[in-house]
Nanobody
Framework: QVQLVESGGGLVQAGGSLRLSCAASGSISINVMHWYRQAPGKQREFVARITSGGSTNYADSVKGRFTISRDGAKSTVYLQINSLKPEDTAVYYC???????????????WGRGTQVTVSS
């Protein structure tokens, strides 16, 4: 069974920083890991992506402030968030796209999210 567990969220003042973590467990070969976020009353939106090869992509709204990285050995993805703004307030979710050992299918697995609240 594949599980993703996010951590590192919290309440911070505008301009502050946080480092989110997402640890994946289970027998899965992960191709891509993502971070998404969902603000109150809004749809979930893409934040950042990192492939198994280390390629990264970011939403325009976070470029230059957010950095995604990955510890392949630990199947953990990080999101370093700097210069936080009140509009970054959201639940941050990670997902992993990969193939479970013994399966022929690629699936996406999700964590339950971690709350980030930025006060002005």
């Amino acid at each position: 069974q594949v599980q993703l567990v996010e951590s590192g969220g919290g309440l911070v003042q505008a301009g502050g920083s946080l480092r989110l973590s997402c640890a994946a467990s289970g027998s899965i070969s992960i191709n891509v890991m993502h971070w998404y976020r969902q603000a109150p009353g809004k749809q979930r939106e893409f934040v950042a992506r990192i492939t198994s090869g280390g390629s990264t992509n970011y939403a325009d709204s976070v470029k230059g402030r957010f950095t995604i990285s990955r510890d392949g050995a630990k199947s953990t993805v990080y999101l370093q968030i700097n210069s936080l703004k009140p509009e970054d307030t959201a639940v941050y979710y990670c997902s992993a796209l990969g193939v479970v050992t013994g399966s022929a299918f690629t699936r996406e697995y999700w964590g339950r999210g971690t709350q980030v609240t930025v006060s002005s």
